[in-house]
């Protein structure tokens, strides 16, 4: 496991596993990094080169004068897929990685052979416009100033070690599942990121807005249409954030896609169960034909 630099228009860090196959690119989700990936990271790497990338404002990518919405990130990925990985490459995306795996799957097809969408971020069933809870949210984020200066104040009376905690509580249906190991490298990158200032806060507040806005944008559903690699969506069953009602709807609408539900795991299935995770996309035949090529 390297950790490596592009210049993508400023510093984008990544993690190389290594693996001389074809390119398996992963994507985090909101307020996560390329640390997520480390427990499948290494496996995914016997078959394939596997890679996983900070977005901008996460992670150790900083905003560098970027911005941290979804449509920005989406374009970071397009030209790490380019200037990175090479060639296309199969893009794995959580949460708002998801999301964004969409979005980039259905604007350059020509660079994705295929997808897996894990938990991704994207409207429940009967979603078509901002809930009321949710619209009040949105707009405590239109306030200048005023959800950083929260953020920033929960981090300090919290600290490192318990954000990490109370995070994967959130995340995970059972956060002691995760490897110790794992749950050290989040401290470390949360403590190195707490000395960020308002930086820290800025991006987490930018991609949620921009994510909120694109979950209930209806436009949503013909950027799934357009996307024509094969896709497998992995979901735990018992997700807090999006339910697996969301992806049931998903999959009802591209009945070409395959489901995988894994039972009694949160939102972050390849951290809280690699094993299972790896076993999901093992048994997905475009992942199993793309390796036995690269062999």
Same mark, same amino acid.
């Given at each position: $496991?390297?950790? /490596? ?17 074809? *390119? +398996? +690119?992963? +994507? ?5 990094? &390329? ?23 996460? #992670?150790?990518? *900083? @905003? ?5 919405? +979804? ?11 380019? /200037? ?20 980039? &799957? ?16 994207? *409207? #429940?069933?009967? $979603? ?7 619209? #009040?949210?949105?707009?405590? $984020? ?22 990490? /905690?109370?995070? @994967? ?92 539900? @894994?039972? #009694? @795991?949160?939102?972050? *299935?390849? $951290? ?10 093992? &048994? ?12």
């Amino acid at each position: $496991m390297r950790h /490596k630099v592009a210049d993508l228009h400023g510093p984008v860090h990544y993690i190389d596993f290594g693996g001389s196959g074809r *390119p +398996v +690119v992963m +994507v985090h989700g909101l307020g996560g990094s &390329a640390l997520n990936w480390m427990a499948v990271g290494p496996e995914i790497a016997r078959s394939h080169h596997a890679l996983a990338v900070d977005l901008a404002g996460f #992670g150790q990518t *900083p @905003l560098f004068g970027r911005a941290a919405t +979804v449509g920005a990130n989406a374009g970071l990925v397009y030209e790490f897929i380019e /200037k990175v990985a090479g060639e296309p490459v199969t893009l794995i995306g959580n949460s708002m990685g998801g999301h964004i795996s969409i979005l980039e &799957a259905a604007a350059h097809p020509e660079s994705i052979t295929s997808c897996v969408l894990v938990d991704p971020a994207i *409207p #429940g069933p009967h $979603m078509r416009r901002l809930d009321p809870p949710l619209l #009040g949210v949105v707009a405590a $984020m239109s306030i200048p100033g005023l959800v950083q200066t929260l953020l920033d104040r929960r981090i300090r009376v919290w600290g490192p070690e318990a954000l990490v /905690k109370r995070t @994967l509580s959130l995340v995970c249906a059972d956060p002691l599942r995760v490897d110790p190991a794992i749950v050290e490298a989040h401290v470390q990158l949360t403590r190195e990121r707490g000395q960020l200032g308002r930086q820290n806060s800025r991006a987490f507040v930018q991609a949620s807005r921009s994510i909120g806005f694109r979950m209930a944008d209806p436009r949503f559903w013909s950027r799934v249409a357009a996307v024509r690699a094969p896709t497998l969506v992995v979901h735990g069953s018992l997700d807090r954030l999006i339910p697996l009602s969301a992806a049931v709807e998903l999959c009802r609408r591209r009945p070409d896609w395959e489901l995988n539900v @894994l039972d #009694g @795991l949160g939102h972050v *299935p390849m $951290m809280e169960a690699p094993g299972l995770f790896m076993d999901a996309l093992e &048994a997905w035949s475009p992942y199993r034909i793309a390796s036995a090529a690269a062999v």
